[in-house]
């Protein structure tokens, strides 16, 4: 992983065609929320697969209207294989293309270890609002990668930090509520439809 790319600095705000054929900014499909970036092999990788099997049973979790946070897959697949994978897995949320390996290059994690795919060398990112990174895991190897109950972990840690309602009975967040700031809190001024949408 290139070394500017670390817990701290920003994650590159990469822009890519999804499973549908449609461009996405990270950015914007995070939002004002937390984001969990998985980079991937493809869908050929029986890891890889397994990795999103058990992202789909968290995603029930993250999702908005739930835990009010944001995934996104991104592999070397290209359009029909990210969206072949992504509906093989029992995936919801969005898969991104790169097959032009842009993020592999820029990134520097080509896995020079398969020439054939010529794939990533799997990632996983939690990154806080504003794609600040929280935490990378490596998963060129399985055990590499996060667990369900880390990533829970990690995701608790970061809501704590950006959810500034996380505590109801904090003074100031009452008083903020009496005052009729009533916008300031879950879920953000925002219907859960509006928070659906946004994630489409």
């Known amino acids: 992983m290139r070394a500017d790319v670390k ?26 929320d937390p984001i969990v970036v998985v980079l991937a092999r493809g869908g050929y990788c029986p890891k890889d697969r397994r ?10 979790e993250m999702m908005p209207g739930v835990g009010y946070c944001r995934l996104v897959t991104i592999s070397t697949d290209n359009v029909l294989e990210s969206n072949e994978f992504r509906t093989a897995v029992g995936a919801d949320w969005p898969f991104l293309s790169d097959p032009g390996r ?19 060398v799997p990632h996983t990112v939690v990154c806080e609002p504003g794609l600040v990174i929280y935490k990378i895991y490596n998963g060129y190897w399985f055990f590499g ?36 700031e009533h916008d300031r809190f879950y879920p953000y001024g925002k219907s859960v439809a509006q928070s659906f949408a946004e994630q489409e």
């Open 51 to 60: 990795q999103h099997e058990g992202l789909a049973q968290l995603w029930r």
């Open 145 to 180: 990668r996060p667990t369900l109950e880390d990533l829970r972990q990690d995701l608790r840690e970061v809501t704590k930090r950006c959810r500034w309602d996380w505590d109801l009975s904090d003074p100031e967040v009452r008083a903020a509520w009496q005052r009729g």
């Open 102 to 120: 842009k993020l592999q290059r820029d990134l520097d994690i080509a896995e020079y270890t398969d020439p054939h795919h010529n794939p990533m």
């Open 7 to 32: 817990v701290g600095a920003a994650f590159p705000d990469y822009e890519l065609t999804d499973h549908a054929g449609t461009r996405r900014k990270l950015s914007k499909i995070a939002g004002i």
